[in-house]
């Protein structure tokens, strides 16, 4: 097995050797960002992972922690600039022998909690971002940002062609 690098990784020898008691840990460094840029775990805010790490008779480990860092990603609506933190809670086991999705990889004397925390972060940021409930978003028109000022294109949009119609009398 290739020797685990990277700023999530936790060394569990101390924790291997007291079966059943829980070793304080605290590890930090920034998650490599994946997928949809609307919305992502922020490069630029280091994650701080702090909690306990404990060895059960059966050889895996059982990690909780608590994990913060931060989300940025993009208006839906108009765009803006959004960056919130992120604060979840970690309880997660280690084996040798992982199930897909429901546990993770066991190293040999380290485990590496990256993909843990991705995880639970990606389950709390929200699926689409938006600057608050009501945001306006952009007008398709003219471009204008409506949650600054609101241009008056709904009221033009009427179309000329229309107003003949309007015109006809049917009577
Ligand atoms: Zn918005
Ligand atoms: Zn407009």
């Not at 803006?80 to 897909?100: I, M, T």
């Not at 309007?166 to 009577?171: G, H, K």
Request: include cysteine.
């Amino acid at each position: 097995m290739q020797p685990s690098v990277g700023p999530f990784v936790v060394d569990t020898r101390r924790a291997q050797r007291n079966v059943g008691h829980p070793e304080p840990f605290q590890v930090a460094g920034s998650l490599e960002v994946e997928g949809d840029p609307g919305v992502m775990p922020d490069p630029e805010t280091p994650v701080v992972v702090v909690g306990t790490l404990q060895s059960l008779s059966d050889g895996s480990i059982v990690v909780r922690a608590d994990a913060k860092g931060a989300w940025v990603g993009q208006c839906r609506r108009c765009l803006r600039q959004l960056s919130e933190p992120l604060d979840v809670q970690l309880n997660e086991v280690f084996e040798a022998e992982p199930e897909e999705g429901e546990t993770y990889q066991l190293g040999d004397h380290s485990i590496d909690l990256e993909q843990a925390v991705r995880d639970n972060f990606i389950l709390d940021m929200p699926l689409l971002a938006l600057c608050a409930q009501d945001c306006e978003g952009i007008c398709a028109v003219c471009g204008a940002d409506r949650n600054d000022a609101l241009c008056h294109c709904a009221a033009e949009q009427t179309d000329p062609r229309w107003d003949a119609l309007n015109d006809l009398d049917f009577s």
